[in-house]
């Protein structure tokens, strides 16, 4: 863990980090401008923003007007004109076709993800990040992983139970999650690559929570050569995208860090906020997930509060130049 006051204020580190913002057809656009408006606003108008599309029509495109950087790239199109909503392997494939290409064409070091319902509320994130990636040992993802926020174990169970049916040799394991007819050849794939996780310190099943994370240009890399990423069979996987580049990440000889500090300033839960949006901002949290939750008023009115806050800010700053 952490101590946060002894990790901030090293703004060189800003420069080399980019931003990633995956959405999909159910997005609603304006929302979505709003999260690349709230990490513009506190990591750099001038920052390098690729929203990752994955509708079918194009209908993020406008948003390259929020900044200098913001770039809508489409995902790739796996399946001849499939353009049904991407989930779990699927998704996982498309995302790690689409970072081979921006690792291409855009010169970044660090790749801070945001879920399309997650928001920035400050910088510290890059302080904090840079830190853990000096001084862990060979760090690919950084993210909420084993531990919570509060410090309390992340139960697994779901992943363990998903990533066993896709490596047992028994095709029938458990037919509600795959298909008897496509488990052997998916087997084909994540029996050997799971076992070069293990073999490099992955536990299987246990897998980072999705809403943000950081990837290191040097997985992305490492993860760009890998064959399995143009393997359809992995379209089939029932486990999420955030589990399979949990396994990728080891298997690729890296490791995945839990962002944790005191006082806490990643915030990352399914569905829901830690806290109240209020409470959020008196601690000084960095960055959060989800906005998308009616015990505080719903995604519309959660995102106003977190608006108003950055016009306050603004407010005084422009007060202060004055």
């Known amino acids: 863990m952490l101590n946060l006051q002894e990790h901030l204020d090293t ?23 709003d999260t690349v408006e709230s990490a513009l606003f506190h990591l ?23 900044g200098p950087n913001v770039v809508v790239r489409q995902t790739p199109d796996l399946n001849e004109g499939d353009k049904t909503y991407s989930t779990n392997g699927k998704l996982f494939l498309k995302k790690a076709q689409l970072f081979r290409e921006l690792i291409a064409e855009f010169d970044f070091d660090r790749l801070l993800s945001l879920d399309d319902d997650a928001l ?17 040992e060979r760090p690919g993802i950084l993210g909420r992983y084993m531990l919570d926020h509060n410090f309390q174990p992340t139960p697994f169970e779901a992943q363990l139970e998903k990533m066993r049916a896709q490596i047992s040799r028994n095709p029938l394991i458990n037919p509600k999650l795959i298909s008897p007819s496509t488990q052997p050849r998916l087997r084909q794939v994540m029996r050997p690559l799971m076992l070069e996780a293990v073999a490099n310190g992955y ?28 393997n359809l069979a992995i379209l089939d996987s029932p486990s999420g995208d955030d589990d399979l580049f949990t396994v990728f990440c080891y298997a690729c000889g890296f490791r995945v860090y839990d962002i944790l500090t005191d006082p806490p ?58």
Do not use: C
Not at 123 to 133: K, M
Not at 217 to 226: G, Q
Not at 284 to 298: K, Q
């Open 11 to 33: 703004p060189e580190a800003i420069e080399r980090w980019a931003l990633f913002i995956p959405t999909g057809p159910n997005v609603v656009p304006s929302f979505l401008a």
């Open 44 to 66: 750099g108008e001038d920052r390098l923003v690729i929203i990752g599309d994955d509708s079918a029509d194009h209908r993020f495109d406008r948003l390259a007007n929020l």
């Open 120 to 136: 920035v509320l400050n910088n510290r994130i890059i302080d904090v990040a840079e830190t853990l990636f000096a001084s862990r």
């Open 203 to 230: 536990t299987m099943g246990t897998s980072y929570i999705g809403g943000s994370n950081v990837f290191s240009r040097e997985f992305l890399e490492a993860l760009a050569n890998r064959p399995e990423i143009d």
């Open 265 to 322: 300033i990643f915030h990352i839960a399914w569905r829901k906020l830690t806290m109240s949006p209020s409470d959020l901002d008196a601690i000084g949290a960095s960055v959060v997930h989800s906005v998308r939750d009616p015990e505080f008023g719903g995604e519309d009115q959660i995102r106003r509060f977190f608006r108003a806050k950055r016009h306050d800010q603004d407010q005084g700053s422009m007060r202060k130049v004055d």
